[in-house]
């Protein structure tokens, strides 16, 4: 059934995923959008960027699949779509209930403590029609990490940006969309770093 509220921060987030992995040996992506609401743009934007964080990207493929899933739910948002669409091979992707248990466990301190230092700050700068400029720069980015999931900690970094400005977007705290740019400073940076 369709959650008709949509989360409003990390810790919220990651109890729709607890919340779809209950009572199932395996959770699909489509079972997790179905919690969050398929109109929720910025919390299904920050989903994928906090498993590229965690250590389910030690799996090779991982991180490119989520970066697929922010692209392509980025571009809808920018579009102004109402409901999200995935195709079938996304929504599809499947993991054991036990590992989300594990790594939702692993979040969920971070997160707490994310959650608070979140306030409503310079909310003009992630609100419409700003919000779209944050969700054209998580695109972008999410594009760049298929190349760079060879290359270690840069689809991290990249990640952690993505999930500063999608959090920014979902909490109305334009200085964590700051914070958020500051991040890709460092990672460009590492890039820069390491092709020179």
Known sequence: MENNSSPE??????GCVEDAAKGADRVSLADVVDRIGDG???PLILLPALIM???LTAIFGVATICAVAIALTAVQMMIAREKLWLPDFI????????????IVSWLNRPA???DGVIDRRLSALVVAPFDRLWALLC?????????LELVPMSATIIAAAIALFALAMLA???L????GLVVLGGAIWLLWSLAT
């Open 40 to 42: 929720a743009f910025p």
């Open 139 to 147: 695109f972008t980015l999410a594009l760049m990490v298929p190349a």
């Open 172 to 174: 109305r705290d334009g």
């Open 91 to 102: 929504l599809r992707a499947t993991l054991p209930s036990s590992r989300i248990d594990r």
């Open 53 to 55: 964080i965690s250590p």
């Open 112 to 114: 707490r403590v994310v």
């Open 9 to 14: 921060s990390v810790v919220e987030v990651l």
């Open 176 to 179: 964590l969309a700051l914070l």
